[in-house]
């Protein structure tokens, strides 16, 4: 399966950008996916992910209430709603799939990557 990435951009605070991760193959609704990012100067973080069917769905606490995960079998596709930015979130967004049965926050359950967008939220 190979991921394409796009939807990065330079927005203002309190802002709202939409990250899109199309997928290759027939097998997509067998995967789970989801998000990561790197700030600079960091190491790699989860963001979100959600779990084959599209039912389960999991977050990290800094984007709670702000970001949301959804995928389109019909299109391969999963998208990052990113709303009310904050200049802390700009980071390289990375989109990545699981074959793990359950939802994982460990990047060394996914097996395979996109390429990276950036996001920039200026202040």
């Known amino acids: 399966v190979q991921l394409q990435a796009s939807g990065g951009g330079l927005v203002q605070a309190g802002g709202s950008l939409r990250l899109s991760c199309a997928a290759s193959g027939r097998t997509f609704g067998m995967y789970g996916m989801g998000w990561f990012r790197q700030a600079p100067g960091k190491e790699r973080e989860f963001v979100a992910a959600?779990?084959?069917?599209?039912?389960?769905?999991l977050y990290v606490d800094s984007v709670k209430g702000r970001f949301t995960i959804s995928r389109d079998s019909a299109k391969n596709t999963v998208y990052l709603q990113m709303n009310s930015l904050k200049p802390e979130d700009t980071a390289i967004y990375y989109c990545?799939?699981?074959?793990?049965?359950?939802?994982?926050?460990?990047?060394?359950?996914?097996?395979?990557w996109g390429q990276g967008t950036l996001v920039t939220v200026s202040s």
């Open positions: 990545a799939g699981s074959s793990a049965v359950r939802i994982t926050t460990r990047e060394d359950t996914y097996n395979f």
């Open positions: 959600i779990w084959r069917s599209g039912g389960n769905t």
